[in-house]
């Protein structure tokens, strides 16, 4: 088989899968479709969509429907208190740890960044990863920007990523925001490397103080809305401000607002797409990580 060939299989393949992840996104509350019913959506056979299904997504549809159902969900929401309670309590004073990488950051308002954006320069690039085609911004004190490709397509998620930064200058360099990618979706961090990764974010003190109580999520946990903001000192009430400021994250997966859900263990929003908060849920619950390689 030629590399094109090969590569407009695999890219087949990747958007079959998609198809799968959004069946399930559609039925989260429902009884779980069989293997044979998604084999069917999918227009493959059963063996077929097996086997095509296990190495795009590294688990079998069964373990990864097992660990992205609704009443996991609730289980999850239910029995997670003490854990939580623990991880608010530690704070995010210095290092955070997080998807087994340490992470810090550095937080300015609009109005400070209104005054210090002469100058600023940041850099951005699209890559191939985990979850789909992937758009970093980053600049010297940090990464700035993490999006994933969507209906929207490639110059309108970038646009909407860029007008988060009016005043600065924007620059293409793939190379530049490479070593970010390599440490975020990396297994472990490389040997002896202990420089973490730093994000640079600009947002109210609302805003940030909800990001900062994302970041405390313990991986493969979930949150609701009034929780969280229970939890960073609002009252249940302030759900739907949460709501907001969660929507507003401009660093998905690092700042995880894939965890957060609806009281009722239902998915909620997720601004890339259900599919790939599934997909997210899915990676960390079961602690194996994901293949999909290939921009659908």
């Known amino acids: 088989m030629s590399p094109m060939t090969d590569e407009l299989e695999q890219q087949r393949d990747y958007q079959r899968i998609g198809k799968a992840l959004d069946r399930l996104a559609d039925t989260w509350a429902e009884t779980r479709p069989s293997l044979g019913e998604l084999a069917d959506y999918c227009g493959m056979s059963e063996f077929h969509f097996q086997r095509v299904f296990q190495r795009w997504v590294g688990l079998s549809p069964k373990k990864f429907l097992s660990v992205v159902s609704l009443e996991q969900a609730k289980q999850a929401l239910d029995g997670q208190a003490d854990l939580l309670n623990a991880s608010f309590d530690a704070g995010l004073s210095g290092p955070g740890r997080l998807h087994d990488l340490f992470v810090t950051y550095e937080a300015m308002t609009p109005g400070e960044y209104k005054r210090a954006a002469d100058g600023l320069t940041i850099r951005w690039g699209w890559h191939d990863g985990v979850f789909g085609k992937t758009l970093l911004l980053a600049t010297d004190r940090g990464l700035c920007g993490l999006a994933f490709l969507d209906s929207r397509g490639i110059d309108g998620c970038f ?27 990396s297994d472990t961090a490389p040997v002896g490397d202990d420089r973490g990764i730093r994000l ?66 239902m998915l909620g929003g997720y601004r890339w797409g259900l599919p790939r908060k599934i997909a997210m849920m899915g990676f960390e619950r079961s602690g194996q990580g994901l293949r999909l390689d290939v921009a659908g």
């Not at 930064?165 to 190379?175: C, F, H, N, Y």
């Not at 994302?214 to 991986?219: A, D, E, G, K, N």
């Not at 400021?245 to 894939?258: F, Y």
């Open 200 to 265: 640079f974010l600009k947002g109210t003190e609302f805003q940030v103080k909800v990001w900062e109580g994302l970041m405390r999520i313990p991986s493969g946990d979930y949150m609701t809305y009034g929780n969280l903001a229970e939890r960073i000192g609002m009252p249940s009430r302030a759900a739907r401000a949460v709501g907001t400021a969660v929507g507003a994250n401009p660093i998905s997966w690092l700042i995880p607002c894939h965890r957060v859900i609806r009281n009722s263990g």
């Open 159 to 185: 646009q909407d990523m860029a007008a988060r930064w009016p005043e600065a200058t924007l620059v293409e360099d793939p190379s530049f925001t490479q070593p970010y990618m390599d440490r975020i979706f």
